[in-house]
């Protein structure tokens, strides 16, 4: 989109186009849109909006973490207050559908959208109106759900003057025209990718996100429309690749807020749309954001990340719409049977003089339930002549020894009588 990087190395190419090698599909599941006001933030099927954590890792996963440093840790390129006297992040504006439209003009105007733009003259601008960077202003028509961006933008007197341009229908899934850059060097839309408070406060992000990697390669990949570098080596990431957080990696240690971003990467991941520096990923100013908490990130590595390839969810290259899995989620597996009630008896064996007592305790495992019913010799609570046994397991023998050898005294579950145990007795003379 524009003749460098952020870090102004790379001359601008015009035109090459890469379509990713249509492979079989991989069922992922419906995504539902983003919104934002009454507006959803493209369709819910859009490729930003889909779930990619079932896609398989692509065979360049390793080439490209490394390359953009597998050692280097995530930045949020967000947060709250002001950075060299601007917001921290790429702000953006709502506007209603009355908001005045002023024209533009661009440096690139062959692969802008002419326009007029619903931005404000006064719109928040990255970096602060002093700027020397990006310069991006972003405007949300609320009312008919249109945004405009712009690139390297200076408010004039009654009109914008910017580096390059893009309107979209944020209820189309249209790309822009192949090999057309857009206020992004991907050719992508900025606000879809963008981290965004309100979607902390709402508990979820349901989106992928947009970053930023050094260096990229002639190339890009659907759903991106351009690339903006001359480099040609295999080991460099075409703009448009899709990453995500790694399934296994453990979040439980971070916060609330920053769990909320992890559990999005892992799920839906994130995008390339610029060169800038690595595993930035770009969000929008508040001043809600923790930037100590935000710092937190970091601890997250290249190495915690893999490349999905989803070319196998484009229906056609020029569209974002993509391929949604109709099957439904199998079922939880059943959980495993409950562990068998059993009961211990103890003391096991026993010799009790006539007339006296001997206590018996029962321990039931692997049930709430702790209740047995007591037993002499199969006789619930036993009779005078094998002895009685109480509810909390006093055995008393009888006054004369009984004739027949063995008695038994047993506790049986309650809450399942096929379990027991049982205790022997010897009831004596004196």
């Known amino acids: 989109m524009r003749p460098y990087s952020v870090a102004g190395s790379y001359p601008l190419p015009r035109h090459f186009l890469v379509f990713g090698l249509l492979l079989g599909f991989a069922g992922v599941a419906r995504a539902q849109a983003p919104t934002l006001g009454a507006c959803a933030v493209l369709p819910a099927d859009n490729i930003w909006n889909t779930p990619v954590d079932q896609l398989s890792v692509s065979p360049n996963s390793s080439t490209y973490v490394n390359t953009i440093g597998a050692a280097t840790g995530v930045h949020a390129d967000f947060g709250s207050g002001l950075w060299d006297g601007g917001p921290i ?25 002419p326009g007029p733009y619903a931005v404000p003259l006064n719109a928040p601008i990255e970096g602060g109106s002093a700027s020397t960077g990006d310069r991006h202003a972003i405007s949300v028509d609320v009312d008919h759900c ?10 004039q007197s009654a009109s914008w003057k910017a580096g390059s341009g893009a309107i979209y229908n944020l209820l189309s899934n249209n790309l822009r025209v192949a090999t057309w850059t857009s206020a992004d060097a991907a050719g992508l839309p900025i606000f879809p ?32 429309r351009h690339y903006a570098s001359s480099l040609t080596g295999a080991q460099y990431p075409p703009m448009g690749v899709r990453f995500r957080l790694r399934a296994d990696f453990d979040i439980s240690s971070f916060s609330p807020t920053n769990q909320i971003i992890l559990r999005a990467l892992k799920k839906y991941g994130m995008m390339i749309a610029d060169n ?15 930037n100590d908490d935000l710092h937190n990130l970091g601890k997250i590595h290249g190495s915690d990340f893999e490349v999905v390839d989803v070319s196998e969810l484009m229906i056609t290259p020029d569209s974002g719409q993509a391929r949604q899995s109709t099957a439904t989620t199998p079922p939880p597996p059943p959980p495993p049977p409950p562990a068998a009630i059993a009961v211990t008896i103890s003391p096991a064996k026993a010799t009790v003089r006539v007339n006296k007592t001997q206590l018996f305790t029962a321990t039931v495992k692997n049930t709430a339930n702790q209740a047995v019913t007591w037993k002499v010799n199969g006789i619930t609570g036993g009779n005078a002549k094998l002895g009685f046994i109480s509810s909390l397991g006093t ?19 309650v809450a399942d009588p096929t379990k027991f145990a049982a205790a022997t007795i010897t009831v004596v003379r004196r």
């Open 146 to 155: 249109i945004l405009y961006e712009l690139y390297a933008a200076y408010p």
């Open 395 to 413: 055995y008393m023998a009888p006054a004369v020894a009984p004739a027949v050898w063995t008695i038994t005294v047993s506790a049986v579950s």
């Open 276 to 290: 800038g520096s690595a595993w930035y990923l770009s969000g929008a100013p508040d001043s809600r954001w923790s």
């Open 89 to 113: 992040g790429i702000p953006y504006i709502t506007v209603p559908g009355t908001q005045t439209k002023y024209p533009a003009s661009f440096d690139y105007a062959d692969e802008s959208d």
């Open 193 to 224: 990718g963008l981290v965004r408070y309100d979607e902390i406060a709402a508990g979820e992000i349901r989106h992928a996100l947009r970053f930023t990697v050094p260096k990229t390669q002639k190339a890009y990949v659907w759903p991106a």
